[in-house]
C-alpha cells in the first residue's frame, strides 16, 4: 500500500505578487510530482501575502468607489481559489511533461474554530506585506488595524488565530486522495467558520496553516507530515554564534525548547506545535519532518531535515 504524505508548503514557495507566485509554484510543483511516484499527497499551503493583498485592495475599493464591503472569511476563500489555480495548474502541467497519469484537484477547504477561542481577543497571526514601524502607526490609526514586530524582519499586520477544530471537507479530500489524486487542501488554513445556530458562518481570523496542515495529515491517517520551511534544519540559538542544527527531536525535548523560548512566535514556534499534534494523535507511529523545499526529496530519505518522532534515530 502506498504511503500518505502531507507537505505544508511555506511562504517562500509561494512569493509576493501574482507573477512571482506563478514563477516560483512552477519549480514548487517539480518538487511536489517527484514524490508522487511513492506517495499519495495532500499539498497545503499558507496565503498571508495574498489574503492582505486582496483585503487590501477591497478595502481600498470600497472606501474609494463604494463597492460593497468584503468580509475576512471571503478574502481567506479568494485566496484558497487563487493559489489552488496556480498550483493546480502548475501541478497538472508537471504531470503531463513526466506522463504520469494523476490528477489534480483543489478543494475549498472550511475548518471549524470555536467562537470562544482566547485567540480572538490576542491577535497574533502576521498577514500581508511589511512595514516600518511608521508605517504601522499611520494604519493603525486609519484603518483600526493591529500590528506587530516580526522576527526583526518589520510590522506586520495581525489577526486572531484560533485553533482548527475540525476540517468540514475532510472525507471529500480522502476521497479524492484513495482516487489517486494529488489534492489541494486547506489553503491559508483553511476558510475559518463557526457554528451558529447549526449553521457555518465565516468569521475574521486566519488559522495558522501548518496546525490545520496537522489536521486534515491526522484525519487522513497521513504516514508522514512534512513542512517545507526556509531553512534545512530546525535550529536552536537560531542566527547567533551558536546555532545548532537538529537531527532529530522527541515531543518532550521540543516541548522543553519550546519552554525555553529557542522557537518563535510566527516563525518556527507553530510548525513544532503542529508535529507534535500529528506525532502525539497519530496512532500508526507517523512522524513529522521540518526542512526546505529543496531538500524535501532528500529529507523523505532520511538524508536531512529535522524528524519529531516518538521514537529513537
Same mark, same amino acid.
Given at each position: 500500500m502506498r504511503k500518505k504524505l502531507v507537505i505544508a508548503l511555506g511562504g517562500n514557495a509561494l512569493g509576493n505578487s501574482p507573477e512571482e507566485q506563478l514563477k516560483l509554484v512552477q519549480k514548487t510543483a517539480k518538487s511536489i510530482v517527484e514524490l508522487a511516484d511513492i506517495y499519495d499527497i495532500v499539498v497545503t499551503h499558507g496565503n498571508g501575502p495574498q489574503v492582505g493583498m486582496i483585503n487590501m485592495a477591497l478595502e481600498v475599493s470600497h472606501e474609494e468607489l463604494q463597492t460593497p464591503e468584503v468580509p475576512f472569511a471571503e478574502c481567506g476563500a479568494m485566496s484558497q481559489g487563487y493559489i489552488g489555480y496556480h498550483l493546480q495548474q502548475s501541478i497538472q502541467e508537471e504531470l503531463l511533461k513526466r506522463n504520469m497519469h494523476k490528477n489534480c484537484i483543489t478543494v475549498l477547504t472550511q475548518v471549524v474554530v470555536d467562537k470562544k477561542d482566547p485567540a480572538f481577543s490576542n491577535p497574533t497571526k502576521p /498577514?500581508?506585506? =511589511? !512595514?516600518?514601524?511608521? @508605517?504601522?502607526?499611520?494604519? @493603525? /490609526?486609519?484603518?483600526? !488595524?493591529? =500590528?506587530?514586530e516580526d522576527a526583526g524582519r518589520g510590522y506586520r499586520r495581525v489577526v486572531p488565530s484560533p485553533e482548527p477544530k475540525k476540517i468540514i471537507e475532510s472525507k471529500s479530500i480522502k476521497m479524492l486522495l484513495n482516487n489517486k489524486n494529488i489534492v489541494i487542501a486547506g489553503g491559508g488554513g483553511g476558510i475559518p467558520v463557526v457554528y451558529h445556530y447549526n449553521k457555518l458562518k465565516g468569521v475574521d481570523a486566519v488559522i495558522d496553516k501548518d496546525k490545520t496542515s496537522a489536521r486534515i495529515a491526522i484525519d487522513i491517517k497521513a504516514d508522514m507530515f512534512l513542512i517545507l520551511t526556509a531553512v534545512e534544519k530546525v535550529c536552536i540559538n537560531y542566527n547567533t554564534a551558536n546555532e545548532k542544527e537538529l537531527d532529530f527531536l522527541t515531543p518532550k525535548l521540543a516541548r522543553h525548547y519550546m519552554q525555553t523560548g529557542e522557537f518563535k512566535e510566527g516563525s518556527m514556534l507553530p510548525k513544532i506545535e503542529a508535529c507534535l499534534t500529528f506525532v502525539e494523535h497519530n496512532r500508526r507511529g507517523g512522524c513529522a519532518l521540518i526542512t526546505s523545499l529543496e531538500k524535501a526529496k532528500e529529507a523523505l530519505e532520511g538524508k536531512t531535515g529535522t524528524i519529531i518522532s516518538r521514537k529513537g534515530i
Open positions: /498577514i500581508g506585506s =511589511f !512595514y516600518t514601524k511608521e @508605517e504601522a502607526n499611520r494604519l @493603525e /490609526i486609519e484603518r483600526g !488595524y493591529v =500590528f506587530k
